[in-house]
């Protein structure tokens, strides 16, 4: 299994503005994964984050927008750049083991 | 595209049985999964189908056909604490999922 902890677990923010989102695995993974969750929606992933290379996006997401870092097999940020009310949302990280993913707690963003 | 759909409500009683159906479209996946989140938690992996066939785990069992782009989730001897949303999702490549709009069950005494 794998224990997954995000900062902050919620923000306000002022339009315009950025926030990034960490999370810390306690366990060395190859790959991570962010998704979204908009409040009573169903979860769409972001992307994929490897460890040493660029991020893969899905359609819809892109790199200005959404950037990611990987720095080692344990860490990860997203950031939310130039936000509008329509990103407000849950954020959330994962990581996969075997056929089972694991979820962080989730970052709760609301954007005014 | 990907695709997957699922009831957008069930309701059962305590003890009764309840199936969440989840068909779906896709060029290519490794398997179909089951997650549970209640409300203001994450998903919960339930169970996993890499193969045709029924996969029991407690109470709780998953299907899949692919000849018929089908799975469900059979939840057995509910109980009040099973009331959450349901996702169907398949898996992709380095174990990405793509996720069903999720079904709310409702466990009523």
């Known amino acids: 299994s794998a224990v997954i902890s995000q900062k902050p677990s919620r923000d306000i923010c002022q339009r315009g503005t950025s926030l990034t989102i960490q999370c810390q695995v306690d366990?060395?993974?190859?790959?991570m994964f962010w998704y979204r969750q908009q409040p009573g929606q169903s979860l769409t992933l972001i992307a994929t984050?490897?460890?040493?290379?660029?991020?893969?996006?899905e359609s819809g997401f892109v790199i200005d927008k959404f950037p990611i870092s990987r720095p080692n097999l344990t860490f990860s940020t997203l950031t939310v750049s130039n936000m509008s009310p329509e990103d407000s949302s849950i954020y959330l990280c994962?990581?996969?083991?075997?056929?089972?993913?694991?979820f962080g707690p989730g970052t709760r963003l609301t954007v005014l | 595209g990907q695709s997957l759909e699922q009831p957008s409500e069930v309701t059962a009683v305590e003890g009764a049985i309840v199936q969440i159906n989840c068909t779906y479209q896709t060029s290519g996946f490794y398997g179909l999964s089951w997650y549970q989140q209640h409300d203001g938690g994450a998903p919960t992996f339930l169970s996993y189908?890499?193969?045709?066939g029924l996969e029991e785990t407690g109470r709780f069992s998953s299907f899949l056909s692919r000849s018929d782009s089908y799975g469900y989730l059979l939840l057995q001897e509910l109980q009040m604490k099973d009331s959450a949303s349901y996702f169907c999702a398949l898996n992709q490549a380095g174990t990405a999922l793509i996720f069903g709009k999720g079904t709310t069950l409702s466990v009523s005494s």
């Open positions: 984050a490897n460890q040493g290379s660029e991020a893969t996006y």
């Open positions: 994962s990581v996969g083991l075997a056929d089972e993913q694991f």
């Open positions: 189908n890499a193969l045709d």
């Open positions: 366990s060395q993974v190859t790959m």
